[in-house]
């Protein structure tokens, strides 16, 4: 089920033109702007050189549509799998506690049903990562940030001596206050804090947090010494499923975002191989009638 990285052809990449999939070494190619452009033919390079600035501006369209169709699909997707395995769940769990409760307390079958539970669980927090968020489904109470962040903090103290990582934080002092739904904003940090966590194997092991204001928003900056995302996988990070590890199962990203843009803040990365990445997000401040 997972949509691993392998999964996309690395030697093609598509005419500007006509929108076909061509080899990256086709013999079909002009320069534009210190950029190489491939074609599928002789004709589609020709129309390209006539009009370079149409057919790049049309390439990006192009680009962003087909983007937005594969989000739109994936969410589709993910939503059908939670409204699927969301009630067969709910019994399971549900009898499995009510079998353990009539067993006897030395009955040697208490250990497989509580393992039953746990695994349920597991999957039920799992289910609750793919679902979408609408603001109105969060529980918003004006919060200090800072405070939040040190919350999350204290949780992961030891996974982070343990990782030997060193911490560093530049929280601005006297923040305003944001309308947060703690729960949830805990979660999607503690979500990039494990992501960071997993990334960084290198001796130097550095996690950056910083809070500041810019405008009218709060701007929590998370950086990391870790391995970096490469140029053709980071816009997918945020999809549901995309995972680069072998026990994924990617949806902690796509949770962050749902959660990010609900209380109607963005979240940005910038990334470079071998050196690290940044997660930016972005929450708009509490409006002075808000209560
Ligand atoms: N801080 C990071 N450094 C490097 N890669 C990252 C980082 N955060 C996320 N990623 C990449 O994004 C993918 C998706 O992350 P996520 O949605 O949390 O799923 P998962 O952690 O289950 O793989 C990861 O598998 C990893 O490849
Ligand atoms: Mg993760």
């Not at 080899?23 to 702007?33: C, G, V």
Request: glycine letters at 6%.
């Amino acid at each position: 089920m997972k949509i691993l990285e392998d999964d996309r052809d690395k030697n093609k990449r598509a005419d500007p033109v006509c929108g076909m999939l061509v080899d990256k070494d086709s013999p079909f190619s002009s320069e534009y702007q210190k950029k190489d452009y491939r074609f599928c033919s002789e004709k589609c390079k020709s129309l390209f050189e006539q009009e370079p600035e149409l057919f790049i501006s049309m390439q990006d369209a192009r680009e962003k549509f087909i983007e937005s169709k594969r989000t739109e699909a994936l969410k589709k997707m993910a939503d059908q799998l939670t409204h699927e395995i969301r009630n067969p769940l709910t019994s399971i769990g549900g009898f499995a506690r009510r079998m353990l409760k009539g067993l006897p307390e030395d009955a040697s079958d208490r250990k497989y049903m509580e393992r039953v539970i746990e695994d349920v669980e597991r999957l039920e927090q799992m289910v609750n990562r793919l679902v979408r968020f609408e603001p109105d489904q969060l529980t918003r109470e004006s919060s200090n940030i800072n405070k939040v962040i040190s919350e999350v903090m204290e949780v992961f103290d030891e996974i982070f001596r343990n990782n030997k990582i060193t911490v560093r934080l530049h929280l601005q002092e006297k923040l305003p206050p944001v309308l947060l739904d703690r729960g949830k904003i805990k979660s999607a940090l503690s979500n990039i804090f494990k992501n960071s966590v997993d990334a960084m194997d290198k001796e130097h092991r550095v996690l950056e947090i910083k809070t500041s204001v810019a405008g009218k928003q709060i701007v929590v900056t998370i950086s990391d010494t870790g391995k970096g995302i490469p140029e053709e996988k980071i816009k997918y990070i945020f999809d549901p499923l995309f995972t680069s590890k072998v026990y994924g199962p990617g949806l902690g990203l796509a949770f962050v975002k749902e959660v990010i843009q609900a209380h109607g803040g963005t979240i940005e990365v910038k990334s470079t191989v071998g050196k690290g990445t940044t997660f930016k997000i972005k929450l708009p401040l509490r409006r002075r009638h808000e209560s």
